[in-house]
C-alpha cells in the first residue's frame, strides 16, 4: 500500500521560507512523478510545483515561480518543496501527491485528477 506523510508545515511570517516534506511509501517505480498541490476552504486545488525524477523536469505556475523549489532525496522516497519568500496568499493547507507518468511526461497544468495517491496535508501560515 502506498502512503504519503507530509511534515513541515507551520506559522512564519511574510519574507519567510518553510521547508516542507513528504515521506513517500509503498510506491515502487523506476521514475516517479510527484507534485505539491494547496486548497484553502472556498478556493479550488492548486498545484504548485511538479517533478519528474526521469529528467528531472520540474514545473511551476507562474504564482510561484522563482519562489518555490521542488526535490527528492537520492532514493525518491522523500519529496521536498522549500518556500521562500511566502506571502500572507501562499496560507493554505499543503498536500503532496504521486501519479503514474510516462517516462517524459512534463505538465503543461496541473490536473489534481490525474494524482492516483495523496497526503493528508500540512499547513501553511503566513502572517503579514
Do not use: H
Amino acid at each position: 500500500e502506498v502512503y504519503l506523510v507530509e511534515s513541515g508545515g507551520g506559522s512564519v511570517q511574510a519574507g519567510g521560507s518553510l521547508r516542507l516534506s513528504c515521506s513517500v511509501s509503498g510506491y515502487i517505480a523506476p521514475w516517479k512523478c510527484m507534485g505539491w498541490f494547496r486548497q484553502t476552504p472556498g478556493k479550488e486545488r492548486e498545484g504548485v510545483a511538479f517533478i519528474n525524477t526521469k529528467g528531472p523536469y520540474t514545473y511551476y505556475p507562474d504564482v510561484v515561480k522563482d519562489r518555490f523549489t521542488i526535490s527528492t532525496d537520492n532514493a525518491q522516497n522523500t519529496l521536498y518543496l522549500q518556500m521562500n519568500s511566502l506571502k500572507p496568499e501562499d496560507t493554505s493547507t499543503y498536500y503532496c501527491a504521486v501519479r503514474l507518468c510516462s517516462p517524459d511526461y512534463r505538465p503543461a497544468f496541473m490536473d489534481g485528477d490525474e494524482y492516483n495517491y495523496w497526503g493528508q496535508g500540512t499547513q501553511v501560515t503566513v502572517s503579514s
